[in-house]
């Protein structure tokens, strides 16, 4: 799969594969190339997914008054 495919032309395709797959008249030779691709599309997605998480970051303000980024934890 390419990188430059965007998260969420990769979720549209996903759920194209799904639909396709769910109709259950898929040839298998076919079924079998959808499921290579879906699951290629799963590990990019959840590659970008880590990526954006590690990312995010929550602003405070500093002793000076100046927003400090600060890790991005649940507890906060």
Known sequence: MEQSKTF????KRLEE??????????PLEQA???FEEG???IRSCTKQLD????KVVRLMKGP???????PFTEEA
């Open 17 to 26: 594969i799904v639909r396709l797959m769910e109709r259950g008249d898929v």
């Open 8 to 11: 969420e032309t990769s979720v």
């Open 51 to 54: 990526e954006a998480e590690l």
């Open 64 to 70: 000076d008054g100046e927003p400090v980024e600060l």
């Open 32 to 34: 079998l190339s959808l």
């Open 39 to 41: 699951t290629g599309l």
